[in-house]
């Protein structure tokens, strides 16, 4: 009975295919259209991804410059890892170095900051006063009054405490420098350790990404490359020393007060790109000008001499020794690399610059003498 139900059983249906019509001729890529359409999406795509970008380029600037101290430091690791100690143990040496470094430049520093800031400010009315002995000076402020609204504006804004309060803005703006200015720092260094750590991992992971048969040549390039920045900050370091080491011995001469300081302040000064040497003279000068006119004038000229000096002729020396880069180019990447991204590019040109000269030399000049 079962089987003759089954028999029974009508067969099932195949599904009905839907007949939507014969495809329809091909887009015509080449029609006015097609091509404005995908201008369009393309374009705007664009643009949405370079809003993105500036948006994040904050977040970009602090790797950059992370990354870079990461690579900088890395001889130094490496250097103590001969020495038997971990990668992690070398780290923490050098850290450990850098916060006693910044300890100290708090203790030997900023006292004698502070006390000169305020010993100039009680000072900058006597001074006012005297360069109207120089008759020239007396009689532009005749003419024009520029000592006198030098004056009348020095004792508006430190007759009631507020010079530091106007110099940033007022109190929320005094606030929002020291929270930012603390946050960035933090941010550079946790990401510096972070780097600095597992640079080795990020290499070997990023060499996975290239060809077997071109990968020992390609983390040798990378090794050299990562060397050279090094090379690098280590100049950059050997520089600011000499900065140092010169502007203090003109602190004795021009009898300066705390000396030592001083050059601790040009040595923080000259490592920075760009604007360091900025910031070194106008904090020399005034430090100078807390004991006389002369002395400040002679302070300020002394350091842009020595600047010129550092500029073109100790610099690209180093540069050349170091990194085997010409004068020429160091000096003109930095300003290509000013000009293009600020503070950073001046940071990063010169490695840049080296690191593209020795893909010059080991890749592209090889290639064309064999073809």
Known sequence: ????????????????????????APIDRGHPFYFGFVATIGALSAFVLMRALASASQVFVLILVALFLATGLNPAVEAI????????????????????????????????????GTHL???APSLLENLKNNTTIANLNDNYGIIDTLQKKLSSVTSDG??????????????????SGTFTALTIIVLTLYFITSLPQATELGLKLVPASRRPRI?????????RVGAFVGSQILVSFFASIFMTLLAFILGLPSPIAIGIIIFICGLVPLI?????SAVYTIIALTQSVTIGAAAFIGYVVYVQVENYVITPKIMK??????????????????????LVGGLLAVPVAASIILILEEVVFPRAEKS
């Not at 003759?4 to 599904?15: D, H, I, N, Q």
């Open 1 to 24: 009975m079962a089987i003759s139900e089954r028999m029974k059983r009508k067969p099932k249906e195949s599904p009905v295919i839907p007949d939507f019509g014969a495809a329809g």
């Open 81 to 116: 890892r001969k020495r038997g100690l971990s990668r992690a143990g070398a780290v923490a040496v050098i850290f450990v170095a850098v916060i006693v470094f910044v300890g100290l430049f708090a203790a030997l520093v900023v006292p004698p900051l502070i006390s000169q």
């Open 121 to 123: 400010i009680q000072a």
């Open 162 to 179: 507020t010079l530091l309060i106007s110099a940033f803005g007022g109190v929320i703006g005094v606030g929002k420098s020291v929270l």
């Open 219 to 227: 983390a040798a390039l990378a090794d050299a490359v990562i060397a």
């Open 276 to 280: 360091g040497h900025f910031i070194g």
């Open 321 to 342: 020794r170091t990194l085997a880069v010409p004068g020429a180019v160091t000096i003109i990447s930095a300003m290509i690399g000013t000009s293009l991204l600020g």
